[in-house]
Every structure is written in structure tokens, then in C-alpha cells.
């Protein structure tokens, strides 16, 4: 977005005529530690492959390009040459200027009070001045967004809060700095610093913030805030360690103003789940300039098309719930937020703040038996179970590129796993329940889904919902419980998108029943050889593959519990069953589970040992590798669609055209050859891929697979021509021929690429020295 808002601005003058203060100066990204300077590589070689010129330099470079700079404690940088600085107000008013010659109108002054809405359908907006008819709305209104979007007469929920954001202005020194003079992020120092007329602008984000305006009292006009200079004190310290001579300049003054942040960090745009053509592009976290160019395009895209030409999921509206909402945690959470821009993040780090407000029945009892968590979408998850006599403290502290603490003990849940039964609370997933007095329930979902779902009671199957593209809007499992009910689960945060996709296609039926069950339930999973076992001896039901097939879901007695739907699949590739409670007895089952469970090896796991498993098997999630621009045929899942099921489906055009056509993508499974897992930086996602020296694509997801002794990794790899760099079509024999690696921080490590999960392919550890010692017995 900030490549694309930069090209826009560059271009602005020209088109308008409007002077926009574009002058490219260059960032400069310094690091004081190596951690900062590895993650400032994991960027740098990302930024190379989209086309955008950057480079990591010595602390001596810096100097030569920034003479007033103090570099002394900095162990290196990033010099991203191509960026810019702008006037702010002259880019609003030449982007204003440039519409209005479109045929835009602009009405100045002039309040709205509410967004009018029919049926679910936008209609108009009421203003101090009348009324103007409209069937899209965008509100883009930043600060005031939140209350904006309440003011509605159906309420649309944007999740943003205010701070208070501070800035410093001096005048111009005596021998006026360059206007080139490159832009500083120093965020170990917590600060930036950039050239302003001839002196610096300086500002930051601080460890304290100061959020404004919880109780929605806000000022109509933008004005400056009370000047704090206690507050401003730390920044002012770390701004005079940077550059010294500072002390000498005068200041201008220190400026105060709003700026509004997300739960996430990251801005919100698109669709609202509840009214149609109410769009919306807001909290910027202090960037909408620098992003607001191609938040634009984006949001342009997705209202004339229907979708945006990239997947920007991350960013949509969609991925928050009413939960995210409460004024009381977004205050709470932007405390946290705005140092967090700055703050360095290593992989699988968490928010602190908003927590425990999701949580299953079991919670209490996992955390006494020493599980860590994570959270999704506001529910809480295990990640892992510390052993009593591992440091918890430490652990806890512990945040590194490298090998991390916990990998001996996801190794331990991994292994029992695949030797013995493991359980772990999965409640967090998003369960719908579709029922009909006919055949209508039926009907939608084979419309709306690519697999067959006319199958026998009692079936589970695997699908995907899918867009007119043929990209997956969601994946997910759906179980038919009568001739009229389905049972459909998907991944947690697919509980406002999925139920708002849903709606958009269902027909007005008071005969056709949705119900978001994913309160009801507590959900575990029985992973391992012995989970049949355990669940034999809990149900006294035969549970072996002859009466119990793969794929296969039942209403049974476990324990005292009555009505457990329990399913024969475990989402990691592994046997075991998954066990859908209802949420009154799941203290009772977890604790039969396990008391019955202690002869076969049981043990609590969390989804780090989930996430290796289904890694190493080659199962794909969605919203990790799968998004609304993969196609089921890209990634190897052609069994899950049914072109020739006797009915029309979303998508299915787009598909049959791809199967003619053949993919532009393929996802492919990654084995890391020459990499040392306890001295190497790992692989977490998002690293380039090279194929015979040349960039294919970007990984998505990875983990060390603890069966295979190797780090795996799953991306997409796409192929280039040449000359042109169009994209071709990539054939298995295309993939299976390349020679890859895969680009760490700057260092590339050799890798298999392999298009089915691999059994196993390296028994023994085998280092380097002992297959070059078989090597020569082979001479």
C-alpha cells in the first residue's frame, strides 16, 4: 500500500498542478541490537522481491548519509532510497482537487448525522443540510469513526481509540538541513526524525500512551491538544542521543494531536457483515498517509469489482467481532498498541491486554496444569503445557528468531501424539448449525460450497466456500446430522465473515434456520493410535475404522454425557477424533477422558504441536496459506471439489476455466536440507523462495517437523517468463525439476520441494559429516 501511495503522490503534481511537497529523501532504519537488525533483514529481503529497492549498511554508511547522527551504538541498518516525504494537507487538497475536475462534489462544513439503511441496504445519509441519496457509503472519518458508525440506524461496530500522539518542530538550523536529508525510524530509541523546512520534525511512540476520548466526547474541529513536556521527556532523551547538536536549536514548539489506533495494529477496511454498501477505511495507527494512496485503490476495487486485487483479510473490518468493541478494552488495548509500533516483534509474540475474554469451560483446569495461551479472536487457546519442573518465568521471556524455549516440549506433546493420545481444547472454532423444513438447507449449501454435500447422515466432508473466482472465502468441514441439519465448522476467525457470506446468499426463509453454535460446545481433540482406546473404553462402543469409518460423525454417551457428537478426523492428518460437547459436560468428559486415558500415556497438547503436525502432513489452513485468491486446483485439493455434481456453484465456472487453462500457482511443501535447527535463524513465514536463483513466490506458513528431524515449510511457487515477468503456467514437472531455497534474513538455505506429504523421509539424524562419509564408501 505504501509502494503504491508513493508512486500516487510522485504523479500528483503533475496531474494536478497542485505543489504536494513530494521530495524523496530516503528512509533510514537503524537497529541498536542485533535482534532489531535481524528482523530489519527478514524485511529487506522481502522488500527486494516486490520491487522495492532496499539494502542493509554498516553504521558507517549511516553516517556518510546522515552526518548529524550519532551512530556509536547502532550495529546496522536499513536504506530504503526510494522513499518520500509530503505535505500532508497539500495531498488531501490535490487528491480533493483532482476528484472535483472528475466530477466529484465536496460539501464543506457540513455534518453528518446519520447513514440512512433499508432492509439492510444503505439508502442515504441525513446531514445538517438535508439529505443526500446514495446506495454506498465509506466512512473514512478516523477518530470519529467508531462513534459514526454507531450513530447508524442498524449500528456498524469499527473498533478504533484515540491517543494522543506528540511531535516536536524546530526552526531551520543555521546552514538549513539538505531537503533530501533521508527520514530516521530509530524505534529501539522509540523515535523518528525527518526534515522539516529546514529544520526537524521529531516524534515517537512512547512506552506510556495517553488515550483520549473514551467517553466519545469528541471535538469536531481537528485542534491541537495541552502541550506535555513531562510526558514528551523520554522521546526528547532519546531524540538528543541521536543527534546531539540538537541542543543548541531552538524549538518551535511540541504539537499534540489525535491519532487513532486498532486492536491490531493494523488499519480497517471493507464491507460491514450487517449493511450492505456501508464501506469502511479507517484507523490508521499513525500511517494513513503513508498507506492511504493504496488503501484507496484497495477499497476502490472492492466497491466497484466486489473484491480488491490483492487478499487484504488482514485488514478487513470483518476480521473483528462485537467483542472487540467495548470502549473499556479498546482503551485498554491501544495502551498497549501505539509502543508496540516500535517495539520489536518476534515471531508468535501476544497481546497483553483484552485477554480471558473468550475462554472455554475447561480453561481453569488447563492453566493449573501449566498451559501457556494464545488468542484468537478474542478466545483463548493453549499453545503448549510447561512441565512442573520447567521455569515458567523464563520461558515466558524467552522471544527469539532462533530455536525457541518451548521446543523440547512441543517435541514431547508431538511425540505422544504420534505414539500415544494426546488431548487438545479446540473450543475456539467457529460451529454453525444450518437446518430446514425441506430441502432448502440442502440446497444453499450445495450452491454455496464446491464438494457434494448430498451424502448419507452421518458423513463429514471436506470443503470449500468459495467466491465467483473460485478462491476460498472459507474452508471448512461439514457434517450432515439428518436429511435437513448440517453441522459446519471453520477456522475461529471466520465467525463474522463466514456468517455475514452466508446471509448475503441465503433467501428470506423463515423455513430455513443459520445458528451460530459456537458457545454450545466445548470442542476436543483426540489425537494418537490409542485415542480408539480411550474412547472404547468411555462409550462401550466399538470405535475401530471397521465400525467407525474415516470422516464418519455420531451422536454418542461418553462418560454419563449423553448427545457428544463425536467425528473421526483430527485436522492434523493423524488418527483421532474430535469431540463436540455440549459445553454443561465438558468438565465431566475432559476429566473421564483423561482419568481413562492415564493407562494409554494421555497428555494435554496446544497448537504448536497441532500446527506441527498439520504442517509436516501438508495440510494447509485457512487465513495462513489459503486466502480469497488461492483456488482449490492451486493447492492440491481437487478431491474436495465436485464439478460434475449435478448443480450449479459459486465459483464453479472460474474452476472449470482454471482445470482448462491450468494454474499460475502451485502450493508446494518445503524440506529444509542444510539448515541447523539449534544454530540457524528459523523459518516463520512470509520468507522469498528462489527456484534455480530466481524468486517464485513467499512462504506461508512453516514448523520444524519433529517426525521428519527437518524444518518444513509451505509456500506458493508461481513462474515468471523472463523477459516480460508475466506469470506462466506451473506444471508438476515445472516444480519437481527447480533446485530451491529458501531466503532466511538475507542467507538462503537449500530445500526439497515435494507435492505430497512425505512419510518419512529421514529416519536417523543424519549430519552433514555422515553423509559425506557415505559418499565416499559409495566411491
Request: negative net charge; proline residues 5%.
Amino acid at each position: 500500500m505504501a509502494d503504491y501511495s508513493n508512486k500516487l503522490y510522485h504523479q500528483l503534481e503533475q496531474e494536478t498542478g497542485i505543489h504536494t511537497g513530494y521530495i524523496r529523501t530516503g528512509s533510514i532504519f537503524l537497529a541498536q541490537t542485533q535482534d532489531r537488525l535481524i528482523s530489519l533483514k527478514r524485511i529487506n529481503s522481502r522488500l527486494n522481491v516486490i520491487g522495492i529497492p532496499s539494502e542493509i549498511i554498516s553504521p558507517k554508511k549511516v553516517a556518510e548519509l546522515h552526518p548529524l547522527l550519532n551512530v556509536h551504538d547502532l550495529v546496522g541498518a536499513m536504506h530504503v532510497p526510494e522513499d518520500a516525504v509530503v505535505s500532508s494537507a497539500d495531498v488531501a487538497l490535490a487528491l480533493a482537487s483532482a476528484a472535483s475536475q472528475n466530477g466529484v462534489q465536496i460539501y464543506d462544513q457540513t455534518s453528518i448525522l446519520h447513514v440512512m439503511v433499508r432492509k439492510g441496504q444503505v439508502t442515504g445519509v441525513e446531514t445538517d443540510k438535508g439529505q443526500i441519496q446514495c446506495h454506498y457509503f465509506v466512512n473514512c472519518a478516523g477518530q470519529w469513526a467508531y462513534e459514526l458508525g454507531l450513530s447508524n440506524e442498524e449500528p456498524v461496530s469499527i473498533p478504533l481509540h484515540a491517543c494522543e500522539h506528540f511531535y516536536l518542530l524546530t526552526r531551520p538550523w543555521e546552514t538549513p538541513l539538505q531537503s533530501n536529508t533521508p527520514t530516521i525510524v530509530d524505534a529501539d530509541g522509540r523515535i523518528y526524525i525527518r526534515n522539516w523546512q529546514g529544520g526537524i520534525l521529531s516524534g515517537g511512540f512512547e512506552k506510556n500512551p495517553k488515550p483520549i476520548f473514551t467517553e466519545g466526547k469528541n471535538q469536531l474541529e481537528i485542534q491541537n491538544l495541552q502541550e506535555d513536556w513531562d510526558h514528551f521527556e523520554p522521546l526528547l532523551s532519546s531524540l538528543l542521543r541521536r543527534m546531539p547538536e540538537l541542543e543548541t536549536m531552538e524549538i518551535m514548539k511540541l504539537v499534540n494531536c489525535p491519532e487513532t489506533f486498532t486492536p491490531d495494529m493494523r488499519c480497517i477496511m471493507g464491507e460491514s457483515p450487517s449493511v450492505r454498501g456501508y464501506f469502511v477505511l479507517a484507523g490508521m495507527n499513525s500511517a494513513g498517509l503513508s498507506f492511504g494512496g493504496g488503501a484507496g485503490r484497495y477499497l476502490a476495487e472492492w466497491m466497484v469489482h466486489g473484491y480488491p486485487s490483492e487478499s487484504v483479510w488482514e485488514l478487513d473490518l470483518k476480521r473483528f467481532g462485537a467483542l472487540q468493541s467495548s470502549r473499556t478494552f479498546l482503551r485498554h488495548r491501544v495502551m498497549e498498541v501505539m509502543p508496540l509500533l516500535y517495539d520489536l516483534k518476534v515471531p508468535r509474540w501476544d497481546f497483553q491486554t483484552g485477554r480471558q475474554l473468550r475462554t472455554s469451560p475447561l480453561y481453569d483446569r488447563l492453566d493449573a496444569q501449566g498451559a501457556r495461551w494464545m488468542e484468537k479472536h478474542g478466545f483463548e487457546r493453549p499453545k503448549y503445557f510447561v512441565p512442573p519442573d520447567k521455569d515458567l518465568l523464563a520461558l515466558e521471556q524467552s522471544k527469539t528468531f532462533y530455536k525457541p524455549d518451548w521446543f523440547e516440549i512441543v517435541e514431547s506433546e508431538v511425540k505422544c501424539c504420534k505414539e500415544a493420545v494426546c488431548v487438545i481444547d479446540m473450543s475456539s472454532f467457529t460451529k454453525f448449525e444450518i437446518t430446514s423444513t425441506g430441502d432448502q438447507a440442502l440446497e444453499i449449501l450445495q450452491y454455496l460450497f464446491s464438494n457434494d454435500l448430498d451424502v448419507p447422515v452421518g458423513h463429514i466432508v471436506h470443503t470449500g466456500m468459495l467466491n465467483e473466482g473460485g478462491g476460498y472465502e472459507n474452508d471448512c468441514s461439514i457434517a450432515r446430522l439428518s436429511k435437513r441439519s448440517f453441522f459446519m465448522i471453520s477456522p475461529t476467525d471466520q465467525q463474522v465473515h463466514c456468517w455475514a457470506w452466508l446471509k448475503k446468499y441465503m433467501p428470506e426463509d423463515s423455513n430455513l434456520i443459520l445458528e451460530d453454535v459456537t458457545w454450545k460446545y466445548t470442542a476436543l481433540n483426540l489425537i494418537g493410535p490409542r485415542a480408539v482406546d480411550v474412547l472404547s473404553e468411555l462409550s462401550y462402543a466399538p470405535m475401530t475404522p471397521d465400525h467407525f469409518p474415516s470422516l464418519f460423525c455420531k451422536e454418542m454417551s461418553v462418560g454419563y454425557a449423553n448427545g457428544i457428537r463425536v467425528m473421526s478426523m483430527t485436522h492434523t492428518g493423524e488418527p483421532g477424533f474430535m469431540l463436540y460437547i455440549p459445553i454443561e459436560y465438558a468438565l465431566h468428559v475432559y476429566n473421564e477422558v483423561m482419568s481413562v486415558g492415564q493407562k494409554y500415556g494421555i497428555r494435554n497438547a496446544g497448537y504448536y504441536a497441532l500446527r506441527s503436525l498439520r504442517i509436516e502432513k501438508f495440510f494447509a489452513f485457512w487465513g495462513q496459506d489459503l486466502n480469497t485468491l488461492t483456488t482449490p486446483l492451486e493447492c492440491g485439493r481437487e478431491s474436495r471439489v465436485k464439478l460434475d455434481k449435478g448443480m450449479d456453484f459459486v465459483g464453479r465456472d472460474a474452476l472449470l476455466q482454471q482445470k482448462q487453462n491450468g494454474v499460475y500457482k502451485r502450493l508446494t511443501m518445503f524440506i529444509l536440507d542444510d539448515h541447523d535447527t539449534d544454530l540457524d535463524l528459523w523459518p516463520w513465514w512470509g520468507e522469498p523462495i528462489y527456484r534455480n536463483g530466481q524468486y517464485v513466490g513467499k512462504t506461508t506458513s512453516s514448523a520444524y517437523g519433529y517426525t521428519l528431524e527437518r524444518h518444513v515449510c509451505l509456500g506458493f511457487v508461481h513462474k515468471f517468463s523472463e523477459d516480460t515477468r508475466e506469470e506462466q503456467v506451473v506444471t508438476a514437472d515445472f516444480i519437481n525439476r527447480g533446485e530451491y531455497e529458501i531466503d532466511i534474513a538475507g542467507h538462503r538455505f537449500q530445500a526439497k520441494a515435494k507435492l505430497y506429504p512425505v512419510t518419512s523421509l529421514f529416519t536417523h539424524k543424519r549430519r552433514k559429516d555422515d553423509v559425506e562419509l557415505s559418499d565416499l564408501h559409495g566411491k
